[in-house]
């Protein structure tokens, strides 16, 4: 092996990948077999960045060369920039020493597009298998699914990989055409759908036939790049919910633009990355798979774009007074869950709490609920109502007053594993 030349292509390949935030994780009951190399089940390592993203999995591409010439994209066909490609055995065992190492806990593996779609995904498939059948590596391998692929490579991809995602890349049919009209929309939605098809023919299979194979046990993915194109946050997550209702994914990934190619149909060179929006649309994502909002609860015609300064929770509670204060020791659990700055956690432990005693601003504290923002939405065993008569807009200024978000001062930087 020419180390050199590998960690110049490590360096090209990794930085490359560095774009691609769908990585994490998560999902994946995949367990240590036959004394093999990992676990995805348990004793898998989630590091996860100040920004949420995930960094235990060598996350490269196999090439950077691509047919492609989409605008957004550092790999497009017409950028000056180093190009590199992974041999399938130089991933392979990358992937392997880096684990005994310590260094990673999986694989995330993306690629630019050569010659094309099947020539490029028979050999992510083929990584996969080789570690999963030769290594007998049982630690998680997330592949990115190539629009335009055939059907028996994509099944094969379920057989080794954990989870399995295929990029939107804009949010909107025409947010594509404008930056990337060699694309087809279609080519990314069919194999959505056929992955869909296969996981559950997989979870009907299993009910009948306990050893029948494993396809994809993390679901699939995906992403979409917010701030390269005038998408409101209303039509992100419209196309998000669609896409969770109608193909059953585990995570749609937000991505915040990152200036680096001149073209004049982008944002300017020197626009800051919107981590602000994408945070904010990730609360949004939250809010509708955890917390029971519906998508027009959170934007809609009137309110097309989230607010920036605070949370979607909180800002929804304001333009809906008339639903606060709910008493939290009467309150369903649904309704809790609406207070802002009660969380998941923080909404189930009130509920058991209160089985024993009404709860007062103390209980709420000792059973660690942080009430700096709840206490202008609830009421409780207390004659006390921090409310008292200030207006939405009163309770964002005292609010906005004692806080600080972590992503004001974030800056364009990216993350770099290596």
Not at 227 to 246: H, M, R
Not at 293 to 310: A, G, K, R, S, Y
Not at 327 to 340: E, G, H, Y
Not at 378 to 403: H, P, V, W, Y
Request: one cysteine or more; proline letters at 3%.
């Amino acid at each position: 092996m020419n180390v050199d030349r590998i960690t110049e292509k490590l360096n090209i390949l990794a930085d490359a990948a560095k774009y691609d935030v769908s990585c994490a994780s998560s999902g994946s009951d995949r367990k240590n077999k036959d004394k093999g190399l990992g676990n995805a089940s348990n004793g898998i390592c989630h590091s996860y960045t100040e920004d949420g993203r995930c960094v235990s999995l060598l996350k490269i591409l196999l090439t950077n060369h691509c047919i492609f010439d989409c605008a957004y994209c550092v790999s497009r066909k017409n950028n000056d920039i180093k190009r590199a490609a992974f041999t399938v055995q130089e991933v392979v065992d990358l992937t392997i020493n880096f684990y005994r190492r310590n260094y990673i806990e999986g694989l995330f593996l993306s690629s630019g597009i050569f010659k094309n779609a099947d020539y490029t995904m028979e050999r992510l498939v083929h990584v996969a298998k080789k570690l999963r059948i030769e290594h007998n590596f049982n630690g998680y391998i997330h592949l990115k699914s190539i629009p335009g692929a055939s059907e028996e490579l994509m099944r094969e991809a379920g057989l080794y990989a954990d989870r399995l995602s295929v990029n939107l890349e804009m949010p909107t049919e025409a947010g594509l055409k404008l930056l990337a009209p060699d694309k087809n929309r279609q080519d990314m939605i069919d194999p959505m759908r056929f992955l869909n098809q296969e996981i559950i023919r997989n979870t009907e299979e299993k009910k009948l036939f306990k050893n029948a194979p494993m396809f994809a046990p993390a679901g699939q993915s995906t992403q979409v790049i917010v701030g390269a194109t005038p998408e409101s946050d209303q039509q992100v997550l419209q196309s998000a919910n669609y896409f969770y209702k109608n193909f059953n994914l585990k995570r749609v990934y937000y991505s915040g633009y990152v200036p680096v190619l001149a073209d004049k149909r982008l944002p300017a060179l020197n626009t800051a990355v919107p981590m602000v929006r994408e945070n904010r649309l990730y609360q949004a994502d939250w809010l509708m798979r955890f917390y029971g909002f519906h998508v027009n609860e959170i934007v809609n015609n009137q309110n097309p774009l989230l607010d920036l300064d605070i949370d979607p929770k909180l800002s929804w509670a304001i333009r809906n007074m008339q639903a606060f204060p709910i008493d939290i020791n009467k309150a369903d659990l649904q309704l809790i869950l609406r207070v802002p700055g009660i969380g998941l956690l923080s909404a189930q432990k009130i509920v058991a709490a209160r089985k024993f005693a009404r709860l007062g601003w103390e209980q709420l504290k000792k059973i660690g609920v942080a009430t700096n923002r709840a206490r202008y939405f609830i009421t409780c065993k207390s004659n006390e109502f921090e409310r008292r008569d200030l207006t939405g807009q009163n309770i964002k200024q005292f609010i906005m007053a004692q806080s600080q978000s972590k992503y004001i001062k974030n800056t364009q930087t990216q993350l770099n594993l290596f």
